[in-house]
């Protein structure tokens, strides 16, 4: 299992300190409110992003754990 970042859109009000806190993994769009991938987080990056998870000043940002989906089988 591998965690994400996840943004909380009715939070969210694009002061942008996260893709200050972790520019390899959130970008801004044009109006300053976070862009992400989506993608697993790296495990050496997970400290820093529930850093920046807690450091939102509106709490927005949550780092999450994805779950495994089983594979259909034929």
């Known amino acids: 299992m591998g965690q994400r970042i ?3 859109w009715t ?3 694009g002061h ?5 806190l972790l520019p390899e993994h959130i ?3 044009e109006w300053g409110y976070p862009l992400v991938a989506g993608t697993p987080l790296p ?3 997970v400290k820093r992003a529930r850093r920046a998870a807690a450091d939102c000043p509106v709490l927005a940002l949550k780092v999450t754990v994805e779950e495994r ?3 259909p089988r034929s």
Do not use: F, R
């Not at 942008?16 to 200050?20: K, M, V």
């Open 43 to 45: 495990a050496h990056t």
């Open 16 to 20: 942008g300190l996260c893709a200050e």
């Open 11 to 13: 939070s969210c009000q």
């Open 27 to 29: 970008s801004l769009d």
């Open 6 to 8: 996840d943004i909380d």
């Open 69 to 71: 989906k089983p594979h």
